[in-house]
């Protein structure tokens, strides 16, 4: 079945250092990708989204493009900050099964 | 910034016991669905509802569970007699006018004892 990969953390860095999160995917067809954000306490905040082949999606400074031929969806900041601190998840959507599958999620930690 | 408000916060409850999640969102929408997080675990999807009627559910959506939506803007998670496993924050969405973007709700954290 279709299913959604990422790298395992917890990953720690010092403030202003550069962030990548990988995030690779198995599915059929051509699924809508996105990066949800979850703060310490708090539920599930749409970060960024792309929906199809080469689309880059981007907010708050992070980044993430479409790449259909290595089915990869990676999650980069230039320079991530304290607050970036929280649990990141890589998803995809498919409208054949109308529903969100999610990545198991990866640990930030940005240090001063 | 699309809202979607869930009560209670935290629940706590007895092995056997019904609880009734809460979702209310502020807006008229077609389509609403629930997940869950068991801690330190992904998040899963448990059912789509569309139209008052369940579109899609997952194979943890047994027959202990059911949602419903009574009175046109309430959408409620029951659970008819909870277990220890059933332990997890769980999140009511819905759509942004498109199916494919969903906005959560901050969860509601259940913990059966």
């Known amino acids: 079945g279709d299913s959604v990969t990422q790298m395992e953390g917890p990953v720690t860095l010092s403030e202003e250092a550069f962030l990548t999160i990988n995030c690779t995917y198995t599915a059929t067809g051509y699924p809508s990708l996105f990066w949800y954000v979850q703060y310490p306490g708090e539920g599930l905040q749409l970060l960024l989204k792309a929906t199809k082949a080469d689309d880059k999606g981007s907010n708050k400074g992070f980044e993430a493009t479409y790449r259909k031929e290595t089915t990869s969806f990676h999650l980069e900041k230039g320079s991530v900050q304290v607050s970036d601190s929280a649990v990141y998840f890589c998803?995809?959507?498919?409208?054949?099964?109308?529903?969100?599958?999610f990545g198991p999620g990866t640990s930030l930690s940005v240090i001063p | 910034e699309p809202e979607v408000t869930q009560t209670p916060s935290h629940q706590v409850t007895q092995m056997g016991q019904e609880v009734i999640l809460r979702c209310v969102p502020i807006s008229n929408h077609l389509y609403f669905y629930w997940y869950r997080q068991i801690l330190g675990q992904k998040v899963e999807f448990l059912v789509s509802f569309y139209n008052n009627e369940i579109s899609e559910k997952s194979e943890i959506f047994d027959d202990q569970f059911s949602v419903e939506r009574p009175d046109g803007s309430n959408f409620t998670l029951k659970i008819r007699s909870t277990k220890l496993e059933d332990s997890a924050m769980y999140f009511c969405?819905?759509?942004?006018?498109?199916?494919?973007?969903?906005?959560f709700g901050p969860g509601t954290r259940l913990l059966v004892l």
């Open positions: 998803a995809l959507f498919k409208t054949s099964y109308d529903k969100v599958i």
């Open positions: 969405a819905r759509d942004a006018g498109s199916r494919e973007t969903q906005y």
